[in-house]
């Protein structure tokens, strides 16, 4: 598509419920990045892929949170038990190869959770 | 590590002024890039400019331009005549040689135009 496209939007989910949030990025660009943004922490880098890599890994908070990307396209961020101080903005960006131009972001997805 | 600091968290001006938004950074790479994004109330983060480590010429966009200077380890950011369609948060941010390319932002500064 033109743009990054994440679902869904809002999603509101209970504590100790799993949820997963989807990002289809930009088609063609090799390297994704899933960011938190709230309002205490700003925004967080959580996990980026490249290519066919291994992912890295090094921001995501705690083992509760796993993201994977099938094909080298869709990524599925999940989350699994949400605690409260999982509610955020999940953002998912997405750029050509390494180091050129600018990171495309979606609208995001706020999580909130009860 | 990196880091970026936006000292200012929010300013406020009356439409057809000047602001200038503020940038310093922290790396001990020496391959880096700047970027600058508008982050509007929809919430999406929306690509201004990106700048790297080599090339530390101004650039000029429209009404908007910026001022990279590695001596300070500054990039700054000017709005001329500032308009009321402005009004957004802008965050600042870098991602070096060494990290992967994933972005370290600073922590926004919330700019209101007022008319």
């Known amino acids: 598509g033109a743009g990054v496209s994440q679902s869904p939007s809002n999603k509101v989910t209970e504590k100790g419920k799993d949820v997963e949030l989807r990002c289809d990025p930009i088609?063609?660009?090799?390297?994704l990045y899933w960011y938190r943004q709230s309002l205490g922490q700003g925004l967080e880098f959580l996990i980026y892929?490249?290519?066919?890599?291994?992912?890295?890994k090094s921001g995501l908070p705690s083992d509760r949170f796993s993201a994977e990307r099938t094909g080298g396209s869709v990524s599925t961020l999940t989350i699994q038990r949400t605690q409260q101080e999982d509610s955020a903005v999940y953002l998912c960006?997405?750029?050509?190869?390494?180091?050129?131009?600018?990171?495309?972001f979606g609208s995001g997805t706020r999580l909130t959770v009860v | 590590a990196q880091k970026v600091t936006q000292a200012q968290t929010e300013i406020s001006v009356v439409e057809k002024e000047d602001v200038t938004l503020d940038c310093v950074y922290e790396?001990?790479?020496?391959?880096?890039?700047l970027f600058w994004y508008k982050q509007p109330p929809s919430g999406e983060l929306v690509f201004l400019i990106r700048?790297?480590?080599?090339?530390?010429q101004n650039e000029i966009s429209g009404r908007y331009s910026w001022n990279f200077q590695k001596s300070t380890s500054s990039f700054n950011f000017t709005i001329t005549a500032s308009q009321v369609v402005d009004s957004a948060v802008y965050f600042c941010?870098?991602?070096?040689?060494?990290?992967?390319?994933?972005?370290?932002f600073g922590s926004g500064t919330q700019l209101t135009v007022l008319p």
């Open positions: 960006a997405s750029s050509p190869r390494q180091g050129s131009g600018g990171y495309t």
């Open positions: 088609s063609g660009h090799t390297a």
């Open positions: 892929f490249q290519g066919n890599s291994a992912p890295d």
């Open positions: 790396t001990r790479d020496t391959t880096y890039y």
């Open positions: 700048r790297n480590s080599f090339d530390e």
């Open positions: 941010a870098l991602t070096t040689s060494g990290s992967a390319r994933q972005l370290t």
